[in-house]
């Protein structure tokens, strides 16, 4: 949650912006190639179907600030946040999923993630996967 510090000195808790992140059991659909398996494994298994990655849940803005923060400020703090977990537990992947709206995938694409699917949960929402960069 990223706090405005100035109305925090007057006694008030405005929120900027905010993210949330976990772990999730990644699904692959059957028609996603052996090659993207495998790196998703990351032991080289062409088979596996379920892979845990790092989930940024949620990524959200407050109106009021909205010149405060932008879309790539926000991943970059999401992904700093995955980063000290990946420091202390280990993965490989970042996974968010989004409706498929042109404006929110080349905030992602912009962001270094690529195209990985349809979620197999909600077939409204696309999956883009990014590798974390230690």
Do not use: W
Request: glycine residues 8%.
């Amino acid at each position: 949650m990223i706090l405005d510090e100035e109305a925090l000195t007057d006694g008030k808790i405005d929120i900027i912006a905010y993210f949330t992140v976990s772990m999730k059991a990644l699904n692959l659909r059957e028609g996603i190639s052996k090659n993207v398996r495998k790196h998703l494994d990351g032991l080289g298994n062409k088979q596996g179907s379920t892979f845990v990655v790092y989930l940024i849940g949620q990524l959200g803005k407050n109106d009021n600030y909205r010149s405060e923060i932008d879309g790539k400020e926000l991943i970059a703090m999401a992904i700093a946040t995955i980063k000290e977990a990946y420091d202390v537990v280990g993965g490989q992947y970042i996974l968010v999923e989004c409706e498929p709206v042109p404006g929110l995938k080349k905030l992602y694409e912009d962001n270094d993630f690529t195209f990985l699917q349809e979620s197999l949960e909600n077939d409204s929402l696309i999956q883009f996967i990014r590798f974390i960069d230690p």
